[in-house]
């Protein structure tokens, strides 16, 4: 019996049967213009009063379109028109910048989507449950946070955003493959 299965194990080993599997990295699909769907509107709100931020925002502009408004110099539309909404922000101690606060005491995200992309969080969970809790009337999704040392290499950044959009663009159906 022990020899039948010596004889088993050469006969499998031998044809490939016991492959050991690479592991692979888990993919994000890339993001671009053309494999959206435009249909979807996207509302980008955000505050960047030291210019740190625009590196994200532009590269969130190349891959979809978007409606931008700087909370700050821009007449912020309505949430009614928009299917999503993207909140870019600097975090000031694990928490919304000044200008984003005053901005939230008031808009209505009238039952909308809502995701967030920002800078300088020490913590992460902390910042995004600061920002649920000041979000009226949203649906929260889970955000983008970036540090300095990310943000320095593009393709760490193209890496994790990504893979944030395609969570925040779910449904997957909405994406064109």
Partial sequence: MKLL??????ICVSSGIFQTIPKQE???????RTNINHDKKILV????????????TERINQKM?????DIDHAQVPDA????????GDIAHQDDTS??????????????KQVSSYYLDAMHQDVYEDHLKQQIHDGIY???????DDELETMEEVNHLMNGWLT?????????KH
């Fill in 5 to 10: 299965l010596q004889i088993w194990v050469i």
């Fill in 26 to 32: 888990p993919r994000h699909l890339e993001i671009t």
């Fill in 45 to 56: 709100l955000y505050h960047d009063e030291i210019k740190r931020l625009h590196i994200l």
């Fill in 65 to 69: 379109d978007i409606s931008l408004y």
């Fill in 80 to 87: 009614d028109n928009f299917d999503l909404i993207l909140l």
């Fill in 98 to 111: 000044e200008s984003m606060k005053q901005f939230l005491s008031w808009y209505d995200f009238n039952g």
């Fill in 141 to 147: 999704l889970h955000g983008l946070g970036i540090n």
């Fill in 167 to 175: 969570s925040t663009y779910s449904p997957v159906s909405q994406i």
